[in-house]
Each structure stands twice: as C-alpha cells, then as structure tokens.
C-alpha cells in the first residue's frame, strides 16, 4: 500500500481520485479556512465531492477544523476513506456519506444546519451545484467551487456556455480570466435569486482548472456596475468593459470597429486584498514560499479592469518581438498606468493603459 502526503495528511488513493497538482488550490483553501477559524473560534466544513479524503484530512489537521463531513458519491472507495479517515472519525471530528451532494445541500437546508465552508470539487462544469450549494452554506461562510470545463467558458463552446452560465462566451487572449468571471458571476446571479450576495475571497487559475472561494453575504451584492459584459476588438486587440445600457451602441474607441462581446459576467475585483494580505502571513508563517509568491501577485492584481493583455499580442500587433514583462510594467508605471502580472498568465500584465498605449511602450521594453 502507499502512502502518500500533503500537507500534514497521510493517505492512500487506490482507485479514488487525485492529483497532485491541485495541491495549490487544496493549499489556498486551507489558508482561506484557517484564517476562517481564528475569526470566528470554530470551522464545519462540508466536503461534497471528497475523491480520497485529503480535504477533510487537511481540513481537520491544518485548517483546525472542529467538524468535518466528507461526501461521495461512488461507494465503491469506501474502504479507501475509511482508512484514510477512519482516525478523524474515531476522534469524533469527521463523519463520512456516500450520497449525490445535492441531497446533502437540501438535508443541511431542511434541517437548517449550515456548514461554514462547503467545498464542492467537481469534475467539468459545476452548474447543477452553483445555486444548491447556497442552500447548504452559512451566511458569512464560504463556497469554494470548481470547473474543469474551460472549452465552455473561454468562448470555444458559445452556445454551451448560454445553457451552463446564461451567458454568452467568446474566445480573445484574456478568456481564461472571464473563466473565473463567468463563474463568479453566475453564483452571483443565482445567489440574488435567493436575496443573498457573494464575493469572491481569491480566484484561482491553475493546471486549466478554475476555483472560486465566495463569502455568502446576507443581501443582494449584484449590480448593473459589477454584472455585466466584457468587449474584444479583434481589430486592434483592445479590451473594454461594457455596461447593460451601452449594449447596442458600443465600438472600439481607437478604430470604431465593432466589439465581440461576452456576458454578462462579474467585473468586480477577482480577489478581497485584505484576505490575501493574511493569506500572505499565515503562508509566510508555515514556509509555503510558493504560495506566498502566487498570493503576491493575486494581491497585486485584485482591483484590475476584467481583463488582461499577453505579451505576445503585444508583440505581434507591434510586429517586433516580445517586450520584457517587468520592464513593460515599469514603462507603464513611469507613464502614470498602473500595471502589474497576472497569475492567470505569467506571459501577460494587467493595466488600465489600452493596447495602443502598450504597443507604443513596449519597443522600450525589449529584453
Ligand atoms: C475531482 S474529484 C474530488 C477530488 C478531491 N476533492 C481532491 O481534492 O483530491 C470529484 C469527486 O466527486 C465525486 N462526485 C461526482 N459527482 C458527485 C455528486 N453528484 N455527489 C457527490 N460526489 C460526486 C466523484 O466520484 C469524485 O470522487
Ligand atoms: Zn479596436
């Protein structure tokens, strides 16, 4: 048998799922509910779609949760979270079922047990969950979803993404941020169905998977100014925000073309700063230098415009080769811009300069 280990958890997979390289969004989660735990004074987490168990394992050992509930659907790796959870069990902090996490939500509603933070890791789009998770969650406590299904939400797949988001998406270099922006704004839209709100606690994209951690607020958060739509000039490669009452009436600003446009979608800020800046410290704190360095750059970039722009556009629209990403920041920033990296893309920057602006600098800015 081998044991495996991450974090302070040790166990076996078998035939369960995992993969290694989602630590990163297990790491930031554990963070996020660790911090949690020291506002509040106690952690309940619901797991719904638990693969091997390591979530509730780091839940329980590093995240100091008080109750953790592992779900799963597929029965047939029960002996492998009974070994793997059996201790947690035994100690009285973990309980483990084998259900559709959809009936789970609608128990902790009907019985009006709600879990301060409800982890849903499912494979390919997580829509049949983004309204029923709520049901399930704390009001002030934390949702944290998945999507592996990024062909839907990057525009390659325009009609799916009407039926999974009610939005319309379509394909431009920054697609992989409207990713997490459909997401976003879709929680956000059915949350206000149910007079609720959300926001987002950090945005992650890694190893082309998408992960949102939301707070529930106890009112309605959606707004004209942060639910609306993303505009694409294929002409000349610029990015613009368009709001519900320009529909219809919007053109790109350096050449008149038209704009392809996707939305509606969240244009609010991708992550809260002050939950990162304490993310940051507590990694700090527990060594995890590589988590203290992508958390930097996602502080960095929280409060951008909806989009970013690649290097390589950059280049290519200015047909010379591809400008330094760190001195194109700094050129940006002299000139009075604000400019910063992306996690979503280390070959990008974020800036409220246009295209132009970035094509005129980056001559500048060559290695
Ligand atoms: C991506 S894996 C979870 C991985 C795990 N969270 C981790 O970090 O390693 C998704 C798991 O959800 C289970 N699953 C799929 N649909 C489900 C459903 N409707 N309810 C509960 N579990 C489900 C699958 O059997 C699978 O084990
Ligand atoms: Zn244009």
Not at 122 to 128: E, I, R
Not at 225 to 236: A, D, P, T, V, W
């Amino acid at each position: 048998m081998v044991w495996l280990v991450e974090g302070k958890a040790k166990f076996i997979v078998g035939s369960a799922f995992y993969r290694q390289a989602s630590q990163v969004a297990r790491d930031l989660a554990i963070l996020s509910a660790a911090i949690y735990r020291s506002d509040i004074g106690s952690l309940r987490v619901l797991d719904a779609m638990t693969g091997c168990g390591v979530r509730p394992l780091r839940y329980w050992l590093e995240s100091q949760a008080d109750w953790v509930w592992a779900n799963e659907a597929n029965l047939e790796i029960s002996s492998i979270l009974q070994q793997n959870l059996g201790e947690a069990v035994g100690a009285g902090r973990c309980q483990v079922t084998y259900l559709d996490a959809n009936r789970i939500f609608f128990d902790c509603y009907t019985r009006q047990d709600y879990y301060d933070l409800v982890d849903v890791d499912c494979f390919g789009s997580p829509n049949p969950y983004l309204s029923t998770s709520l049901w399930g969650t704390k009001i002030g406590g934390l949702l944290y979803l998945t999507s592996t299904d990024g062909r839907t939400a990057t525009g390659h797949l325009p009609e799916n993404s009407l039926r999974v988001y009610g939005a319309y998406a379509r394909s431009h270099p920054a697609a992989h941020e409207q990713a997490l922006r459909l997401l976003i704004g879709t929680v956000q839209q059915q949350a206000a169905m149910q007079g609720l709100g959300v926001e987002p606690v950090f945005s992650l994209f890694a190893g082309q998977t998408y992960r949102v951690m939301l707070r529930v607020l106890a009112s309605q958060s959606l707004t004209a100014k942060n639910y609306g739509f993303l505009g694409y000039c294929h002409h000349c490669g610029n990015y613009q925000t368009v709001s519900w009452r320009q529909l219809g009436r919007v053109s790109c600003p350096n050449d008149q073309k038209a704009l392809v446009i996707s939305g509606p979608l969240w244009l609010g800020s991708l992550h809260e700063p002050q939950q990162l800046t304490r993310m940051i410290s507590l990694a700090q704190e527990w060594h995890w230098l590589k988590r203290v360095q992508l958390l930097t750059i996602m502080a960095a970039e929280a409060d951008f415009p909806p989009y970013f722009y690649t290097l390589g556009e950059i280049g290519r629209r200015g047909k010379m080769d591809i400008p330094k990403r760190s001195h194109l920041i700094g050129a940006l920033q002299a000139m009075g811009y604000r400019a910063s990296p992306t996690h979503i893309n280390a070959q990008a920057i974020k800036t409220d300069a246009d295209i132009n602006t970035c094509i005129a600098v980056a001559p500048h800015c060559l290695r």
